[in-house]
């Protein structure tokens, strides 16, 4: 995850530099944990391929109540709740209740339509972090995305009875072809809303997402939206708004942040190049780690093609930090050691190999991913020369 405001509130002088870990450190994760796998939705980009139905073996309330305990033992304070649709699971808050009592930083991650009036109250007294609510485009789009008609209202009643409740809100939107030009409107309801953080996923392709991979949202358009978010930050921070703008699932975004602060703001640019070669890149299987509705760890929520164990049998600790896996050692290199245009690029101690599980969906899980938005020209790739054909 790139943390566009904060280094960009760093540079202005309103805050510190975002605190980072050295790359590929063993470090305690930030944990999303996938409390159920069933949804009331059937969105066409949902990693976990989630259903309204019951599915089997998920943790109950006693072995939920004892991975948040071994979660704890293993240092991590991040713990972001999840599904599914997580306010299905009727333990919800009982879950929420103990982690928060625990000192972690608990956020609840929702589609939003089963938030209303009748539950508001309790999810306020839940006293979450933030609860981050997905729109992924307008009515229509959203609608269509989500296939549920009205979910799209039901979603932004969400936001605001949140926010008149007092609840610090995200708003999530996964960048597709069939969204990008609707992002300046997305952007305009976080102001109508009041809502404090800006999350904008690129699509991943794991689970529907892999399937719904023609949709992705082209390079240009990638860009584009990018060029759109970095400006509405530095606006807000100007301007002395409380917004956090972040993107996801691509870290080559941060090239692109350093590119467009060396345009705007080129006193800044040696500062900023320090600050994201000290962050690293992307993080999974290091300071990202899922568990599923399971049990089953992961190196991030893309990876459920792959467990490091289950924290049925083995405690967190020992999984994540005490005895990795081979793939978790790979992932925590630093740079990666990944191949084709991953492996020539002049940023790759900045992105570090950018998103493995889209590589992996393209045949090659230590590839060039082919979701990177930056030209040849931008990552030091030398020129393909061709020799002239000489017609006789």
């Known amino acids: 995850?790139?943390?566009?405001?904060?280094?960009?509130?760093?540079l202005a002088g309103q805050a510190p530099a975002p605190r980072t870990s050295p790359p590929g450190s063993n470090r305690p994760p930030v944990v999303i944990w996938n409390l159920l796998r069933r949804c009331n939705l059937t969105c066409k980009h949902c990693y976990a391929t989630s259903a309204d139905s019951v599915f089997r073996d998920e943790l109950d309330t006693p072995a939920a109540l004892s991975v948040i305990d071994d979660l704890r033992a293993a240092g991590v304070k991040v713990l972001?709740?999840?599904?599914?649709?997580?306010?299905?699971?009727?333990?919800?808050?009982?879950?929420?209740?103990?982690?928060r009592a625990k000192g972690f930083f608990v956020a609840l991650s929702t589609n939003g339509t089963l938030i209303d009036e009748h539950n508001i109250t309790q999810i306020r007294a839940a006293n979450f972090d933030y609860v981050g609510i997905s729109i992924d485009g307008l009515e229509a789009t959203h609608d269509a995305f989500r296939q549920l008609k009205g979910s799209f209202a039901s979603s932004m009643r969400a936001i605001r009875l949140c926010r008149e409740q007092g609840i610090r809100v995200g708003l999530r939107t996964t960048l597709t072809q069939e969204n990008h030009a609707q992002l300046p409107q997305l952007l305009a309801l976080m102001r109508e809303y009041d809502v404090q953080k800006f999350y904008l996923s690129h699509l991943n392709y794991s689970g529907r997402g892999k399937r719904s991979r023609q949709l992705d949202a082209r390079q240009q358009m990638s860009r584009e939206a990018m060029t759109q978010i970095f400006e509405r930050a530095w606006e807000d921070i100007v301007q002395g708004r409380d917004s956090d703008f972040v993107s996801g699932n691509n870290d080559a975004d941060a090239v692109l942040l350093l590119q467009w602060v060396g345009l705007h703001l080129p006193e800044h640019y040696p500062r900023l190049e320090h600050m994201l070669r000290a962050w690293g890149g992307n993080a999974s299987g290091s300071g990202i780690a899922n568990i599923d509705n399971t049990g089953e760890v992961h190196p991030d929520t893309y990876w459920w093609q792959h467990s490091v164990g289950n924290v049925r049998h083995t405690p967190f600790r020992t999984l994540w930090?005490?005895?990795?896996?081979?793939?978790?050692?790979?992932?925590?290199?630093?740079p990666r050691a990944v191949g084709g245009r991953c492996g020539q690029c002049r940023w790759l101690d900045i992105c570090n190999g950018n998103?493995?599980?889209?590589?992996?969906?393209?045949?090659?899980?230590?590839?060039?991913?082919?979701?990177?938005?930056?030209?040849?020209?931008?990552?030091?790739?030398?020129?393909i020369t061709t020799i002239p054909c000489v017609m006789h």
């Open 355 to 383: 998103t493995r599980t889209r590589a992996w969906a393209g045949g090659d899980l230590w590839g060039q991913d082919p979701g990177c938005h930056l030209s040849d020209e931008e990552i030091g790739v030398p020129p």
């Open 1 to 10: 995850m790139l943390r566009i405001s904060q280094y960009l509130r760093a």
């Open 321 to 334: 930090l005490d005895r990795p896996d081979t793939l978790l050692q790979q992932l925590r290199a630093h």
């Open 80 to 99: 972001i709740l999840s599904g599914g649709e997580p306010l299905l699971r009727d333990d919800l808050f009982v879950l929420s209740a103990y982690a």
